[in-house]
Nanobody, 119 residues
Framework: QVQLVESGGGLVQPGGSLRLSCVASGVIFSNYRMGWYRQAPGLQRELVATISSGGGNTNLVDSVKGRFTISRDNVKSTVYLQMNSMKPEDTAVYYC????????????WGQGTQVTVSS
């Protein structure tokens, strides 16, 4: 059974930092490209960041470049999202995503973790 379990969300003041973690089980973690998505109330889910299966390539949406960093530890089957200089518009439910790089292409989602940026 495949599981992605996020943690690390919470309430933070503007300018503050949080680190999200997502632990994967039931998969060969190094066969998956990992990503973080977020969904704010009333809006569509949007891609925030991705990292290649080996960790050598990362991509971030323009709105978080310079503030967020995605990383992974394939030994611990964990992907991280370090969020610095946070803004109220970062408030959303953050979801972990796993997409296999070996056919067939499986996609898995975590249950989400709430992040609220407010003073």
């Amino acid at each position: 059974q495949v599981q992605l379990v996020e943690s690390g969300g919470g309430l933070v003041q503007p300018g503050g930092s949080l680190r999200l973690s997502c632990v994967a089980s039931g998969v060969i973690f190094s066969n998956y490209r990992m990503g973080w998505y977020r969904q704010a109330p009333g809006l569509q889910r949007e891609l925030v960041a991705t990292i290649s299966s080996g960790g050598g390539n990362t991509n971030l949406v323009d709105s978080v470049k310079g503030r967020f960093t995605i990383s992974r530890d394939n030994v611990k089957s964990t992907v991280y999202l370090q969020m610095n200089s946070m803004k109220p518009e970062d408030t959303a439910v953050y979801y972990c995503n796993a997409r296999s790089v070996i056919a067939p292409s499986y996609i898995y989602w975590g249950q989400g973790t709430q992040v609220t940026v407010s003073s």
